[in-house]
């Protein structure tokens, strides 16, 4: 692996295999009646296997010194120049392969495919030129405009590691670098039912397990990966509540051989208990208690599924014939998401309690996401003004310092020394135009 290479390169160089001075063969001659040369086979950075045989030398101490000199240069020498991105990007991934989630791995695959016009780069002689050349590359495909810039983030990582590992010098390019921008692309408008939407959409969903299944992202919130991800030790019917602790991904386990993978949640915000409605808490009863009767049960199997979570074409499948059934719009699993959301902050909900009952890490995450439904809640703001202002009337105003008291009863006290009660005059007025100061 590049990788063990590199260390052992940084370790004086012992992957380096010598197989040191040899004697020429018996027929090869010098002037005294020996020659003496030097052999060595060693591996690069790259695990490419060289070799090395050098002239011949009158006497043995001319060959160990050419040998010594020659092992010098092997350990001194730049290799990386030969280094290019495709290398680079292989051991990068490497790397990455037992610290990261296994989607992000997955996500690593797939934006490798848009790395293809720089795989053949060397690395040392990189530029903006080339940089370029990708952009207008990248600009031609039909990917969205966060896409670009998700693989714009992703080679900056590569170069950021080939810095770290390799001591490129990439400073004068990334600086140059700037991200993808498209001001006449337009935001995909975020879809959502409202209640009336989905009692429509419920409505004709028969299955007991999907209509838990359903009910649970529309008013629990949960991630697609997440609601596949509950097993039965998660609900605590005592309490009424759900653990989210894990998540399941469409990635193939190379352990179980499986063709998903479960892995923690998305975030450490993301692990959470939250309430379950009571109405749901019902059909989630009524749905363990039909799962109990099958033979095997545990309480580790999967609350949507079984032995094995629900597959996310089956949900997908289910959500989009129920739509079309109930005539509604067919929206993403993710969408119920954010129709849990909508319905929290219409009905009022506190940002903070939202972002919590959500997974959110930070609350500037659940405001920059739904901001544009919190424009709904903007006549709730003109209301409380306008309350407040009707309050003037038959106000206690102070002439100084100025403050409004409504009742006699919260005038300062007159024994107080901090305070001058003469200072005080109270007026009651039906309109605010008469305030009297």
């Known amino acids: 692996m590049l990788l063990k290479n590199f260390i052992s390169y940084l370790n004086y160089r ?4 010598f197989i040191s001075i040899r004697q020429a063969k018996n027929n090869e001659y010098t002037k005294d009646g020996r020659s003496w040369y ?11 296997r ?27 020498q730049t290799e990386f120049t030969d280094l290019t991105f495709k290398d680079l990007i292989q051991e990068h991934y490497q790397y990455q392969q037992d610290k990261v989630k296994v989607t992000t791995l997955s996500n690593y695959r797939n934006m490798m495919v848009y790395l293809e016009p720089l795989e053949n780069i060397k690395l040392e002689s990189f530029n903006i030129r080339h940089f370029e050349m990708w952009r207008q590359f990248m600009n031609s495909k039909p990917i969205s405009t966060r896409y670009k810039n998700g693989v714009y983030k992703y080679l900056k ?25 498209n001001p006449n692309e337009r935001k995909k408008e975020m879809l959502f039912y409202t209640l009336d939407e989905f009692q429509r959409f419920l409505s004709v969903e028969t299955n007991l397990k999907f209509r838990c299944a359903f009910q649970t992202l529309f008013y629990c919130g949960l991630r697609n990966g997440e609601l596949r991800g509950l097993t039965w ?35 450490s915000s993301s692990y959470r208990t939250i309430p379950i409605p009571n109405f749901l808490l019902k059909d989630l ?3 363990y208690n039909d799962d109990a009767n099958y033979y095997g049960f545990r309480e580790s199997w999967y609350v949507f599924g079984n032995i094995d979570p629900l597959s996310a074409t089956t949900l997908l499948d289910r959500k989009t014939k129920n739509a079309f059934m109930a005539r509604v719009k067919d929206i993403r699993i993710h969408d119920f998401r954010h129709s849990c959301a909508s319905l929290l902050i219409d ?11 959500l997974g959110h890490t930070k609350i500037d995450e659940t405001l920059n996401t739904y901001s544009h439904m919190y424009q709904n809640r903007l006549d709730t703001i003109v209301n409380i003004i306008e309350l407040q202002n009707s309050r003037l009337n038959n106000n206690i105003i102070e002439t100084k310092p100025t403050i409004l008291l409504e009742h006699k009863d919260i005038l ?5 020394e901090s305070y001058d009660y003469k200072e005080y005059e109270i007026v009651k007025t039906k309109n605010k135009d008469d305030l009297v100061l």
Request: proline share 5%; hydrophobic share 30%.
């Open 14 to 17: 012992k992957d380096v295999i």
């Open 38 to 48: 030097v052999d060595l086979a060693y591996k690069d950075l790259l695990g490419k």
């Open 50 to 76: 060289h070799r090395y045989h050098s002239k011949k030398f009158a006497t043995r101490r001319e060959a160990k010194d050419h040998e010594a000199e020659y092992k010098m240069k092997i350990k001194n």
């Open 157 to 181: 990582a590569l170069m950021n590691f080939g810095t770290k590992w390799y001591d490129i010098n990439f400073v004068k390019v990334y600086n140059k670098m700037t991200n993808f921008t």
């Open 233 to 267: 030790n998660d609900i605590d019917f005592n309490r009424s509540t759900l653990t989210v602790n894990k998540n399941i991904v469409k990635v193939p386990d190379p352990k179980t051989g499986k063709p998903y993978t479960v892995t923690s949640p998305k975030t």
């Open 285 to 287: 009863s009524d749905l």
């Open 347 to 357: 009905s009022g909900a506190n940002i903070t309690l939202v972002a919590k009952y």
């Open 412 to 416: 300062p006290d007159p024994e107080e």
